[in-house]
Nanobody, 127 residues
Framework: QLQLVESGGGSVQPGGSLRLSCAASGVSLNSYNIGWFRQAPGKERERVSCISASGRITTIANSVKGRFTASRDNAKNTVYLQMSSLKPEDTAVYYC????????????????????WGEGTLVTVSS
């Protein structure tokens, strides 16, 4: 059973940076597409990024393009979300989620079909 654990969240001032980690246990991540999602208070959850199992395909939401970068280290069984130039509107609980790559060979991470979810890590951007 794949278990995902996010870490790296915290409080940061506008313009600051954080790196979130999504660590897996129980199963190797190298056959899963991994998505990062976030949910701000009172808002629907949105997909921030998706990285394919190989790491060759990465998609980033327009709202964070140019500021966030997804990467993965399959040897460490960990996926990362590097966030820079953070804004107050980036405040949210951030989740990572996994879907088997054979189901979405295009490297997609559809929110409705992600099989495994972490419990989330809170990011607060405030002065």
């Amino acid at each position: 059973q794949l278990q995902l654990v996010e870490s790296g969240g915290g409080s940061v001032q506008p313009g600051g940076s954080l790196r979130l980690s999504c660590a897996a246990s129980g199963v190797s991540l190298n056959s899963y597409n991994i998505g990062w999602f976030r949910q701000a208070p009172g808002k629907e959850r949105e997909r921030v990024s998706c990285i394919s199992a190989s790491g060759r395909i990465t998609t980033i939401a327009n709202s964070v393009k140019g500021r966030f970068t997804a990467s993965r280290d399959n040897a460490k069984n960990t996926v990362y979300l590097q966030m820079s130039s953070l804004k107050p509107e980036d405040t949210a609980v951030y989740y990572c989620a996994a879907v088997p790559s054979w189901r979405y060979t295009s490297g997609a991470c559809p929110e409705y079909d992600m099989n495994y979810w972490g419990e989330g890590t809170l990011v607060t951007v405030s002065s």
